[in-house]
């Protein structure tokens, strides 16, 4: 299926490893010129070359050339890195077609007596993030009257789970894109949220605690997951390249679910 994508831009944030790698690849493969943003210099650069190397292999199939994809490393939580990494991407591209908010993660007091500072972190990698990338890049995607914006929250921001923090973290990352793309339809901007089920990867949280616990990690995967397995990052990625497509014009404020049936929420 073509997804209309070839030769648009596309900025994913956190795109050293795991959904958003995954995303970065998918991506190049449809023909769109990628930047891939993270906080760790190294590991990103790891990361891009992974992704220049699918590109190479699939350029004649469609795909976009090993030259198209940059690597930027910046903090989305520090707004001149961040503003940094989008002054490049537009340098290098000229316009940003796609953007896509991917830092997260929980950290710090999972509980509800988390100090002040537990709960800032979690904030600002989990929501500030998104708003920060999202208004330095919109206003160009307003002006264009064309664009899209996907903001990968979690299930646990649909229901009650995870850490107190970090639920209500991706509880307000849904609500903002939502208030988002009220303002943002009228101008040709669509923005929409993922909501990732528990996803494997190496290095990844999950993979953490399956090496400490297996047998804690296999109770819960026969309890929780439906599938009997973890989701895998390809399987997200799908699912985030196409809400940003062409092929998904209609879908506007949406939150959609890619959990294997995890989730228990009705709505």
Not at 213 to 230: H, N, Q, T
Not at 237 to 265: E, H, K, M, T, Y
């Amino acid at each position: 299926m073509d997804l209309g994508l070839n030769g648009q831009a596309a900025l994913v944030v956190g795109a050293s490893r795991g959904i958003g790698l995954a995303a970065a690849r998918r991506f190049a493969s449809e023909g769109c010129r990628v930047a891939m943003m993270a906080r760790d210099a190294e590991r990103l650069a790891t990361a891009a070359d992974e992704v220049r190397h699918a590109c190479g292999a699939a350029a004649t199939a469609g795909g976009v050339a090993a030259d198209e994809v940059l690597s930027i490393a910046a903090d989305a939580t520090v707004e001149a890195e961040a503003a940094r990494a989008v002054a490049a991407t537009l340098a290098r591209f000229g316009r940003i077609d796609i953007l896509v908010n991917l830092v997260g993660g929980s950290r710090g007091d999972a509980g509800i007596l988390a100090g002040d500072a537990d709960w800032d972190i979690v904030l600002d990698s989990n929501l500030r993030a998104a708003v920060r990338m999202t208004r330095l890049v919109a206003p160009q995607m307003r002006d264009r009257k064309s664009g899209a914006i996907v903001n990968v929250s979690s299930i646990f921001g649909r229901e009650w789970g995870g850490a107190v923090s970090y639920n209500a973290a991706k509880a307000a990352l849904i609500a903002y894109t939502k208030s988002c793309a009220r303002d943002l339809a009228p101008h040709g901007v669509r923005v929409n949220s993922i909501a990732p089920g528990s996803t494997l990867f190496p290095g990844g949280s999950w993979d953490r605690r399956r090496q400490a616990d297996p047998a804690v990690i296999e109770k819960f995967v026969k309890s929780e997951l439906p599938l009997g397995r973890f989701g895998r990052p390809e399987e997200v990625a799908a699912a985030i390249v196409f809400v940003a497509s062409p092929a998904a014009s209609l879908i506007i404020g949406a939150c959609l679910n890619v959990d294997g049936g995890q989730s228990r929420a009705l709505f």
